[in-house]
């Protein structure tokens, strides 16, 4: 297993290290929904060169339902036709310096019209003590033409491989070829069988588990055990038959490889470190507290939940542990309702990823649309539009920007984690499940089912709240970790200083005797409270008990092991650091770079805006804003023999804390800065947008432009406010001036005195302005705000319903319900401010 997995990091690094040269990973990416695959070599090239020139580094090919009225030009997956397709887009996307992915399949999840019914996915039900297996009957979800059948099993021995076959004659015989394959969450749902399962069973576990299937769904110890044993094989299965055949088959054809684990009923740590670049998935909106951030109050948490760290962890914790550079996520979804998004709202989405150790952003994203379509174009039906269309279109470039220069530290440094804490799966399995086929799925989007439930699950937000930085390891892992002599737990791709076992019931003895050999090297082992107390494992339980009890003594009596009442005490006897930025109301991750360390943090609550934070001793930090591109040298100072330095961060802004060699210049003041309200009479001129331009009109007071007529409650584009103000000395030869625009819906650009002053577009909306655009008489300050499409979609979806028109699950709102614009409230629109120059 060791060597496989050095292989494969090997040929990732080979894989990654050829397509650098042609394409960026620190751009962000995009999925890009081929629908119907009704697409021309002239409209690819068309939209690949809107994407670059947007600021995009490659695309994700997914074929799925197509359009009404379009059939005649529908490419059936893999035919000639789509293949010529691919390659042109691959071809075009090397010219262009843009990357291409591509789902092994199309809709998702694997299956199609290679999939034999005996390959299919299969259910198992036990009741009145009669076994019954039938197939699940599902078949492949948003399938694309060519793409449609059964849904492949999982857990079959032959049904990855015999899946792959179709591709080997078809993609694989290409000349132009994508950089990645890609796999889909699990969406296998009822799938909880196979044909040879017992057998299997039977093998892996030591005991025949037809006669007790009925323990299952039992409460009793036994049947924890039972149920623990049956979860294992499936995740054993799914890793050996599905996982590591498509990988395998990947990188022999010369791919890499993405793949989102989570929605299985496998270690999700496992799964995702199989592949070169694991992937999670953003999907809905958390609930961050900055001032001024706008939630879709029609996002549904008690249907589909909100983001999660501890989620994201996972993937990021398998790249870390194994060395692998990408992590990457699905980014958007269903972020808002279709035509609300905004880029203040997809911005602190992003940086709650990039906290969590995600480095290789995918936008949930783009569709295929050709350009004689017109607005709103081909929509798909969950997802936030980025595509040219959008409403954002014009200034999407600033947010690939600050991904951009986000992701350049973030694939360019390595992990610096103090703690691995122990996933302890087997607690999990021995609960009783609540997903379809009564197994458990650990998927992304409701983690209170099964993550936060754990004991697990309650020690990661302690340690998130309280500042630690951490990773997981899973069992297999642990095989794999070596220690030096002064104690530093070594995995392939980083160091650690201590393992933490949560409070936890049950452990395999193999873990135990893992768990052993560590400690017995040197490394430090702090159990969280109490040790676990039962071995899993139903088969000769009661003799495996009586070694595990006397292993687990000699384990608590290594010197490097201990079972903390206080488990802050024990992890700083351990060396572990805590960060307290994170006690403050801040996000932050922390790496290395050069053996430096470096920092990226972001300011997604309303509890900080400047203060002293204390740092490693000695160390020296500036501060990188990827926002503005800035550097600044930060204050630093000694108390109580720690070094703190100052840093000034609003609620919704991030930067990045870099080290050093140079010293602050200008002394340290912390005086509040003085303000000057732009009070007076606003000219508001609408310039460009649809159905049509409002009247122009005056403002004293700043409000939503619907307030002004019909006309203006329907309007999406831009609008321009002016208005005059007379500066004086003290502003002109400041230092520091910030233009403070308050509330904005949703973008905009500032000039003073007819010179740029630049785009705001991100919470807060602040923009800095040269103090030499300003006179010390009258002043002139024109704002050009754009707002959604929300409002001029009120309209078309009464007069013009016929953009929806897809076949499918055709378009729906963000609960899945009939999409209807009509009925919606005009959304705030413009300069609300209130406006004010600080100085």
Not at 33 to 40: D, K, Q, R
Not at 314 to 334: D, M, Q
Not at 378 to 402: C, D, K, V
Not at 427 to 441: E, F, K, Q, V, Y
Request: aromatic share 12%; proline share 6%.
């Amino acid at each position: 297993m060791k060597s496989f997995l050095l292989t494969l990091s090997a040929l990732f690094f080979f894989c990654s290290t050829t397509f650098s040269q042609t394409i960026s990973t620190a751009k962000p990416w995009t999925y890009w929904w081929w629908m119907g695959s009704a697409v021309s070599q002239e409209d690819i090239t068309t939209q690949l060169e809107g994407f670059r020139k947007a600021g995009l580094g490659g695309v994700h090919i997914i074929p799925i339902y197509g359009v009404k009225g379009f059939e005649k030009d529908f490419l059936p997956f893999l035919s000639d036709p789509w293949l010529a397709a691919m390659e042109h887009t691959v071809q075009e996307g090397k010219r262009l310096g843009l990357g291409v992915d591509m789902t092994t399949g199309t809709g998702w999840p694997f299956g199609g019209p290679n999939v034999a019914e005996t390959h299919a996915a299969r259910t198992m039900t036990f009741k009145q003590n009669t076994l019954a297996v039938q197939p699940t009957k599902q078949k492949v979800k948003r399938a694309a033409p060519g793409g449609e059948g059964w849904v492949l099993d999982p857990f079959h021995a032959e049904a990855m491989t015999n899946y792959l076959t179709r591709f080997d004659s078809t993609l694989v015989q290409a000349e132009q070829q994508p950089r990645a394959m890609y796999m889909d969450s699990y969406e296998a749902y009822g799938a909880n069988w196979t044909v040879d399962f017992a057998e299997q069973f039977q093998q892996r576990r030591g005991y025949d588990l037809l006669p007790i299937l009925n323990q299952l769904a039992d409460t009793t110890t036994a049947s924890e055990l039972v149920r623990i044993d049956y979860h294992q094989t499936l995740a054993e299965l799914l890793l050996e038959r599905h996982t590591f055949p498509w990988t395998q088959w990947s990188r022999k054809n010369g791919f890499v490889t993405r793949y989102q684990a989570h929605g299985s009923p496998g270690n999700l740590l496992d799964l995702y470190e199989a592949s070169d670049i694991p992937e999670t998935e953003s999907f809905g909106t958390s609930r961050f507290a900055i001032p001024g951030l706008r939630v879709d109050p029609d996002y549904s948490v008690k249907q589909f939940g909100t983001p999660h760290p501890l989620a994201m962890k996972f993937a990021s914790s398998a790249a870390h542990f194994s060395g692998k550079k990408l992590v990457s996520s699905e980014t958007g979804t269903w972020l808002a309702n279709h035509f609300k998004v905004s880029l203040s709202q997809v911005k602190p989405q992003i940086d709650e990823l990039f906290a969590s150790g995600i480095n290789h952003i995918f936008y949930h994203g783009t569709t295929y649309s050709p350009p004689a379509e017109g607005f709103p174009g081909w929509l798909f039906y969950a997802s936030t539009n980025f595509g040219p269309q959008a409403h954002f279109a014009g200034h999407f470039g600033l947010l690939n920007r600050y991904v951009e220069n986000c992701q350049n530290l973030l694939q360019n440094s390595q992990p610096d984690q103090d703690v691995l804490v122990y996933f302890p799966i087997h607690d999990l399995w021995a609960t009783p499940p609540r997903s379809s086929g009564g197994i458990h799925l650990l998927e992304v989007h409701h983690v209170d089912n099964w993550l936060l439930k754990l004991p697990f699950g309650r020690l990661g937000e302690q340690l998130l709240s309280k500042g630690y930085a951490f990773d997981f390891v899973s069992d297999r892992q642990l095989e794999r970790l070596r220690v030096t002599k002064d104690g530093v737990i070594l995995s392939e791709g980083a160091r650690y200083k201590t393992i933490l076992i949560p409070s936890t019931t049950y452990l395999p003895q193999t873990t135990l005797l893992e768990l052993q050999r560590l400690a017995q090297a040197g490394a430090r082992l702090i159990f969280d409270g109490k040790v676990p107390q039962l071995v899993s494992g139903h088969a000769n339980h009661a003799t495996r008990q009586t070694d595990f009890q006397k292993n687990m003594r000699q384990l608590v009596s290594l010197k490097t092991v201990s079972v903390a009442a206080n488990l802050d005490d024990a992890l700083r006897k351990n060396g572990v650091v805590i960060e307290e930025m994170a006690a403050k109301g801040l996000t932050f991750i922390r790496k290395t770079q050069d053996g430096n360390p470096l920092y990226f943090v972001a300011n997604l609550s309303n509890t900080f805006t400047a203060d002293w934070l204390t740092v490693g001793p000695g160390i020296q930090l500036r501060q990188y804003d990827p926002l503005t591109e800035e550097e600044t040298v930060l204050p630093t100072r000694k108390l109580s023999n720690k070094t703190q330095v100052f840093l000034r961060l609003l609620p919704g802004q991030s930067c990045f804390m870099k080290f050093s060699k140079e010293t602050a210049n200008e002394p340290f003041t912390n005086k509040p800065p003085r303000e000057l309200a732009l009070n007076g009479t606003w000219d508001l001129t609408f310039l460009a947008g649809k159905p049509s331009l409002p009247e122009a009109a005056t403002m004293a007071t700043l409000q939503s432009w619907t307030t002004l007529s019909d006309t203006a409650r329907y309007f999406s584009g831009t609008a321009r406010y002016t208005l005059k103000f007379m500066g004086n000395v003290e502003l002109a030869t400041s230092n520091t001036v910030w233009l403070d625009l308050g509330n904005v819906c949703e973008v905009a650009e500032a000039k003073l005195n007819g010179q740029a002053v630049g785009t705001a577009w991100s919470i807060p909306f602040r923009l800095k302005i040269n103090p030499e655009l300003i006179k010390t008489g009258e002043n002139i300050l024109e704002i050009e705000v754009t707002n959604l499409s929300a409002n001029y979609m009120r309209l078309r979806d009464q007069q013009a319903p016929d953009w929806k028109k897809f076949y499918d699950i055709n378009i729906v709102d963000i609960t899945y319900g009939k999409f209807d614009a009509t009925k919606w409230p005009p959304m705030p629109s413009g300069l609300l401010g209130p406006v004010r120059i600080l100085y």
